[in-house]
């Protein structure tokens, strides 16, 4: 089946130190995102790349960078965890970021950070 | 600003039906998006309205009026199943076709 896979499902990493998540899709899509969800709130978008092009959200702290080598991988890196990174990140592909085309989510990766 | 209103939560019972309504405030509008999400799991796509007015899927409809900025969805014959986090989401030109997302309506369904 057509998917989006994100590894590790969960990760634990030590403040300070750095960490990077894989995301990757075997639906051919465009588009790849990334999202920051923390409990009972709204995903927050920090950067998607529709093909090779690469868009950062203007709030998207710098200690979270983003590497897409090809169509099917993606990887959040942070370079710094804090305690507030604490957090659920989704990754989510689409044909086409207009039209009737949906996002598709993968299981996401609960990180903790201690 | 760019702003989307969704109740916390709400509570219904199995079987019965249940109406969750989402108000935005957002230029440029491009289509609203539905989606589910059960606690600790990643959101699934329920529903897509870009017109105005009502789309049935199953259980399921969504309806859109743009000229007042609201959608609802509406959830028949409930399940146990169906309690989850139901968001709301509203894709427009102004942030480059991304989504705006709402933070979720809580759908607690009780025997």
């Known amino acids: 089946d057509a998917m989006v896979i994100q590894n590790p499902r969960y990760q634990v990493t030590q403040f300070g130190k750095p960490v990077t998540l894989s995301c990757s899709q075997t639906l051919n899509h465009n588009v790849m995102y990334w999202y920051q969800q923390k409990s009972s709130q709204a995903p927050k978008l920090l950067f998607h790349y529709y093909d ?40 989510a592909t689409s044909r086409d970021p207009a039209g009737a085309n949906e996002q598709f989510f993968g299981p996401g990766t609960r990180l903790t950070v201690l | ?77 409930l399940q146990m199943k169906d309690s989850a986090s139901y968001l709301c989401a509203v894709r427009t030109m102004d942030s480059n076709y991304q989504l705006i997302w709402g933070a979720g309506t809580k759908l607690i369904i009780k025997p």
Request: glycine share 8%; with cysteine.
């Open chain 1, 52 to 91: 090779k092009d690469f868009n950062n959200e203007a709030d998207t702290p710098d200690n979270f960078q983003s590497r897409r080598p090809n169509t099917s991988f993606c990887f959040l890196d942070i370079r710094s965890p804090g305690l507030g990174d604490a957090a659920m990140y989704l990754c």
């Open chain 2, 1 to 77: 600003g760019q702003n989307i209103d969704q109740p916390t939560e709400m509570t219904a019972t199995e079987g019965a039906i249940v109406q969750i309504n989402c108000t935005y405030q957002t230029s440029g509008f491009n289509g609203l998006f539905w989606y589910q999400q059960h606690a600790g799991e990643a959101p699934t796509f329920l529903s897509y309205n870009v017109l105005d007015g009502l789309e049935e899927k199953g259980r399921f409809s969504s309806f859109l009026s743009r000229s007042k900025g609201y959608s609802y969805l509406l959830l028949k014959e």
